[in-house]
Every structure is written in structure tokens, then in C-alpha cells.
């Protein structure tokens, strides 16, 4: 079964990802505003009536500032492990809090959400591999570190929105005080570009079709440092910039037997699916 990718917005001011199938998805994060993300899901011809669940990474404001309006509004489960939900003095209705644990699957209709502990600044982080029977996307933001869970999730996924935050130099050479640039590259922090594209040129697997680099940093990064770098490392991969102001096409993610097949929101349109 194929999956439906997008990110509705990507970056410190707000993140969320969708990711489903022809009846059911999930969101990763609910970080932008209830209304904001009605839009995004509107624009996009998607429609919050599919989405069963949302999965929160960690406390960070930019990844919860809006799922108790959300969970509340539209009577949507959130899966939070106690520590995060602790940390986020997040608002939720009993009936719609739930737990998970790092490599116990979740089962959301068809899809299954699988967790792994990564290595950030927050209670209890975790990142996710949202699966359907063939396809498998991974959500790596906030990940610090190319480390080993990371590398052995990244190696199975047709598609990855991954954390590319901070160019280096312009980390360094930049305003921020020293306490706050320790803190992005100390290893909990965010992954510099340099690391995203290790992660992606060592371990990418033949048929990850799709490469949505994230949460890019708006003072120590640009959008043309990334692409460059990695389109010219691409390997027929497609490459996408996640926007911090908008939301991507929606991707159609297809599995085959070589590389993933993936068709854009003009193609995704004429579909039909909601």
C-alpha cells in the first residue's frame, strides 16, 4: 500500500507532518496553530476527517504549540510518552492521551508508527517510521546526532523528512552567543548539513525515492547552501526544501521492487482519494 506525504511546515517557528494512506493518516508534531493547520491540510486537497492520530516527538513549543486545540476540537488521540506530556504541560482529555514505547509499534488502521529514542535537549525524545505494508516514511527532526537508531531506521525508508538545520560557517561566524551555538551542535542539539548529508550519502538505500530536508535553521542556514549541496549528492533521489511559511505538495509514495515511485500534488490531485 502506498503512502501520502507532506509537510505543512517545517522549521523553529512551527513543524507538523502528515503522512497516510487512501483512508487514514497521522500527523507528526502539531506545531503550527489548530486554524493554521486547517488551512494547510485545506490547500492541499487533504482533509482532517482522515487523520486518526497525532504522534509528538517532544515538549519543544514547536512541536505541540497547537495539538490540545487540535486533539480537542476534532477529538484526535495523541500519542505522548508521560515524560513529554509532563514537560509540555500539555491539556488533554484523558480519553484522548495515550502512551508508546520506543520500538513497540502502534497500530492506526492500516498504518503502524514506530518510535525510536533520539538523542536532544528535551524529557524524552523520540523520532518515528510511519509504515504501511510495503512503504515505510521516517520523520527525523531534532535528532542532534547521527546515531545508531538513527542509522539503522534511516536504511529501511522510501522517504525521510530529515533535519538539515545549520550550515556550520555560518553557525560559527554567526550572532548568536557561544551558550546557544554549544548547544545546537553539542550532539542534542540539531544536525548540521554536513551530518545530514553523511547520514544520507552512507546509508541511503537504493530505493529511498524522496529526501524532504527539515527544519532548516532561518539565521545559520539557506535554502540554496542546502539544495546545492545535496542535489548534487542526490543519486536520483528527489530532493524538497520543507518550507518554514508553507506547506509542500502532498508526494504519492509507491513501493517497487528497485526505486520508489513518486508522483507530485499535480498527479496526487487527479486521484481523487478524499
Same mark, same amino acid.
Given at each position: 500500500?502506498?503512502?501520502?506525504?507532506?509537510?505543512?511546515?517545517?522549521?523553529?517557528?512551527?513543524?507538523?507532518?502528515?503522512?497516510?494512506?487512501?483512508?487514514?493518516?497521522?500527523?507528526?508534531?502539531?506545531?503550527?496553530?489548530?486554524?493554521?493547520?486547517?488551512?494547510?491540510?485545506?490547500?492541499?486537497?487533504?482533509?482532517?476527517?482522515?487523520?486518526?492520530?497525532?504522534?509528538?516527538?517532544?515538549?519543544?513549543?514547536?512541536?505541540?504549540?497547537?495539538?490540545?486545540?487540535?486533539?480537542?476540537?476534532?477529538? =484526535?488521540?495523541?500519542?505522548?510518552? +508521560?515524560?513529554?506530556?509532563?514537560?509540555?504541560?500539555?491539556?488533554? *482529555?484523558? /480519553? $484522548? %492521551?495515550?502512551?508508546?514505547?520506543?520500538?513497540?509499534?502502534?497500530?492506526?488502521?492500516?498504518?503502524?508508527?514506530?518510535?525510536?529514542?533520539?538523542?536532544?535537549?528535551?524529557?524524552?525524545?523520540?523520532?518515528?517510521?510511519?509504515?504501511?505494508?510495503?512503504?515505510?516514511?521516517?520523520?527525523?527532526?531534532?535528532?542532534?546526532?547521527?546515531?545508531?537508531?538513527?542509522?539503522?531506521?534511516?536504511?529501511?525508508?522510501?522517504?525521510?523528512?530529515?533535519?538539515?538545520?545549520?550550515?556550520?560557517?555560518? =553557525?560559527?561566524?554567526?550572532?548568536? +552567543?557561544?551558550?546557544?551555538?554549544?548547544?545546537?551542535?553539542?550532539? *542534542?542539539? /540539531? $544536525? %548540521?548539513?554536513?551530518?545530514?548529508?553523511?547520514?544520507?550519502?552512507?546509508?541511503?538505500?537504493?530505493?529511498?525515492?524522496?529526501?524532504?530536508?527539515?527544519?532548516?535553521?532561518?539565521?545559520?542556514?539557506?535554502?540554496?547552501?542546502?539544495?546545492?549541496?545535496?542535489?548534487?549528492?542526490?543519486?536520483?533521489?528527489?530532493?524538497?526544501?520543507?518550507?518554514?511559511?508553507?506547506?509542500?505538495?502532498?508526494?504519492?509514495?509507491?513501493?517497487?521492487?528497485?526505486?520508489?515511485?513518486?508522483?507530485?500534488?499535480?498527479?496526487?490531485?487527479?486521484?481523487?482519494?478524499?
Amino acid at each position: 500500500m502506498s503512502l501520502f506525504i507532506a509537510s505543512l511546515n517545517s522549521g523553529s517557528n512551527g513543524n507538523c507532518y502528515y503522512v497516510g494512506n487512501d483512508n487514514e493518516a497521522v500527523l507528526i508534531d502539531a506545531g503550527i496553530s489548530c486554524r493554521e493547520t486547517e488551512i494547510r491540510i485545506k490547500r492541499l486537497g487533504l482533509s482532517l476527517r482522515n487523520v486518526k492520530a497525532i504522534f509528538i516527538s517532544h515538549e519543544h513549543a514547536d512541536h505541540i504549540g497547537g495539538v490540545s486545540v487540535l486533539s480537542k476540537k476534532y477529538q =484526535l488521540p495523541v500519542y505522548v510518552t +508521560p515524560d513529554t506530556k509532563q514537560g509540555g504541560r500539555l491539556n488533554l *482529555k484523558d /480519553h $484522548l %492521551s495515550f502512551s508508546f514505547k520506543a520500538y513497540e509499534p502502534v497500530s492506526i488502521g492500516n498504518l503502524s508508527v514506530l518510535a525510536f529514542p533520539k538523542n536532544h535537549d528535551a524529557s524524552d525524545p523520540h523520532s518515528f517510521v510511519v509504515a504501511s505494508d510495503t512503504v515505510k516514511v521516517g520523520v527525523f527532526t531534532d535528532i542532534g546526532t547521527n546515531c545508531e537508531h538513527v542509522i539503522r531506521n534511516f536504511k529501511q525508508c522510501h522517504a525521510v523528512f530529515l533535519e538539515s538545520n545549520y550550515d556550520e560557517h555560518m =553557525l560559527e561566524t554567526g550572532s548568536y +552567543p557561544i551558550q546557544l551555538k554549544n548547544r545546537i551542535r553539542d550532539g *542534542k542539539g /540539531h $544536525l %548540521s548539513n554536513r551530518e545530514a548529508l553523511d547520514l544520507f550519502m552512507q546509508h541511503r538505500p537504493s530505493f529511498m525515492s524522496h529526501l524532504l530536508l527539515s527544519h532548516l535553521s532561518a539565521e545559520n542556514n539557506s535554502q540554496r547552501i542546502v539544495k546545492d549541496l545535496f542535489q548534487k549528492n542526490s543519486g536520483g533521489t528527489k530532493i524538497i526544501i520543507a518550507s518554514r511559511s508553507k506547506e509542500t505538495p502532498v508526494y504519492h509514495i509507491r513501493h517497487s521492487s528497485r526505486k520508489t515511485m513518486v508522483t507530485s500534488q499535480e498527479s496526487y490531485s487527479q486521484l481523487s482519494l478524499f
